[in-house]
């Protein structure tokens, strides 16, 4: 099992360009989150999916989009990227709000220059 | 927000030493996890305690839970340089909320 992973790893954008991060879980969980990581903080709930076709904002949504067109993958765009957008960003997924372990991914590194 | 906050901000011990730290949260819960997250890693699923049970182990960990104090400690004991890492609690709110964690730093 592959758990949840995400992709790219690394990325270096320049301010005003658009990319999107993709998040894939392969095991059939119904929720899925995009949380941001800043130095010497903790997670921020970017948005949140509950299932299929769903989405949801979190904490701090403002400048990022999401969809979750297939329940597997949950994808996390930037439109047009900040420098305040430099961060870490966290996939994970469950199977049932907070009843159940969150899986993680690995991260991705995103430098907005 | 259900979220937990974490308590101390971070926390420096011997290796062999104990580590205590501590959650708080606001409204009723069914269940509190905790979490840690080794240096630019994604978090890992330590425990889970429901709201019905007071202590929980697992290995070196011990979770409290006292739910008429909204509170949970997470203890370790032992400490080993592995454990140096930050420490979080999730309640079991449908957004998955963490607080800004403990960092423990366990020194050789």
């Known amino acids: 099992n592959a758990g949840v992973t995400q992709t790219p790893k690394f990325r270096v954008l320049k301010t005003g360009q658009s990319m999107t991060l993709l998040c894939a879980q392969d095991m059939n969980h119904e929720y899925m989150y995009w949380y941001r990581q800043d130095p010497g903080m903790g997670l921020r709930l970017i948005h949140y999916?509950?299932?299929?076709?769903?989405?949801a904002k979190g904490e701090v949504p403002d400048g990022y989009n999401v969809s979750r067109l297939k329940k597997q993958n949950f994808l996390l765009g930037l439109e047009s990227a900040a420098p305040s957008q430099t961060s870490v960003y966290f996939c994970?997924?469950?199977?049932?709000?907070?009843?159940?372990?969150?899986?993680f991914g690995q991260g991705t590194r995103l430098t907005v220059v | 927000s259900q979220q937990g906050e974490e308590d101390p901000q971070a926390l420096s011990i011997q290796e062999g030493e104990n580590a205590t730290m501590n959650c708080s949260y606001k409204t009723s819960i069914n269940n509190l996890q905790w979490y840690r997250q080794n240096s630019g890693r994604g978090l890992v699923h330590l425990i889970l305690?429901?709201?019905?049970?007071r202590e929980k182990h697992s290995g070196r960990l011990r979770v409290t839970l006292d739910t008429s104090k909204k509170s949970s400690s997470l203890l370790i004991t032992a400490s080993r340089a592995a454990d140096t890492a930050s420490y979080f609690c999730?309640?079991?709110?449908?957004?998955?909320?963490f607080g800004a964690g403990t960092t423990v730093t366990v020194r050789a």
């Open positions: 994970a997924s469950s199977s049932d709000r907070g009843r159940t372990e969150a899986f």
């Open positions: 305690i429901r709201s019905n049970e």
């Open positions: 999730a309640t079991d709110d449908y957004k998955l909320s």
């Open positions: 999916s509950v299932g299929e076709g769903t989405t």
